[in-house]
């Protein structure tokens, strides 16, 4: 997503209100871009107000912006979900929940949305003395073109229920997930949950090949920790730990955004986009 300067700073910007975190003081214009690596097609949008986007394609060229954080106040849920076709013409609007960690779509066009603590125990009036409770409750959605909810992950379920979902990884129509507290690794194939446990803490980004799976990221002097591995019966066998760095071998900075999608890791920093495979991972 792509915005002048002005506009990029009202679509980012902080605030210390616990009111006031979810929309631009003005509507702002900008673009989305799809890059397959080179530039493929942009999407202009004339006025948008939700902040703190999280932005994924959708079929038939139309895409999808997702605000992180989503008030109910007054007795009503702000949308914070917005559908534009290819032309910029607003579609649909929806309701998708506070505390949104992570979106990924997939090529049909489900919505998966993880949550972070305070979009699964509540912040900004949900789960508040009569208000509902929070949408994001069980850690992890699958919304559908409507954008309504047509899977929840389970709280009573084997793994243990998600306090935080740490890291979210689409693949084809699989969704994986790593969260705490006891931070297992899960599989949502069809609606059945499979799972294994890891001794892995903190990571911020999964990376799935297969029956092998990257880890990346952990907690102080493990923010940039690899670890690889294969799911074997109950848990994930790990191989040795490496470490993240920049094509130079300079660390890698604290506010670059890195994520999993698939068999990749992708690393935005500034508008450097910088991509490894799985097995670039497992080798490093």
């Keep these: 997503m792509w915005a002048s300067q002005e506009n990029s700073d009202a679509l980012t ?63 009503a849920a702000e949308s914070n979900a917005a559908v534009y076709d290819a032309d910029g013409k607003l579609l649909r609007k929806g309701v998708l929940g506070d505390g949104i960690a992570d979106v990924q779509t997939t090529l049909s066009g489900d919505i998966w949305v993880s949550y972070y603590d305070e979009g699964v125990f509540g912040s900004l009036g949900w789960g508040e003395k009569g208000s509902p409770a929070p949408i994001g409750s069980s850690g992890l959605i699958r919304f559908g073109a409507d954008l309504a909810p047509a899977w929840r992950y389970p709280y009573d379920g084997e793994f243990g229920a998600i306090s935080d979902c740490y890291a979210l990884n689409v693949s084809g129509n699989e969704a994986w997930a790593y969260y705490y507290t006891d931070f297992p690794l899960v599989r949502v194939r069809a609606g059945a949950v499979a799972g294994w446990s890891t001794q892995v803490r903190g990571a911020h980004a999964l990376v799935v090949a297969g029956d092998r799976v990257a880890l ?57 986009w910088l991509k490894a495979g799985f097995e670039d991972l497992a080798s490093a």
């Design 216 to 272: 990346v990221g952990g907690y102080a002097e493990h923010r940039h920790r690899v670890v690889t591995g294969s799911i074997k019966g109950e848990g994930l066998s790990v191989d040795r730990p490496t470490r993240l760095v920049m094509p130079d071998g300079r660390p890698v900075p604290r506010m670059a955004a890195v994520l999993g999608r698939g068999s990749e890791l992708h690393v935005v920093v500034g508008t450097t």
């Design 13 to 75: 910007a902080q605030t210390v209100a616990l009111d006031g975190a979810s929309r631009t003081a003005a509507p702002a214009a900008l673009q989305v871009a799809t890059y397959r690596p080179h530039l493929t097609r942009a999407v202009s949008i004339a006025r948008h107000s939700q902040a703190h986007n999280h932005v994924q394609p959708l079929p038939d060229g139309a895409v999808l912006l997702v605000g992180a954080r989503c008030r109910w106040r007054d007795g």
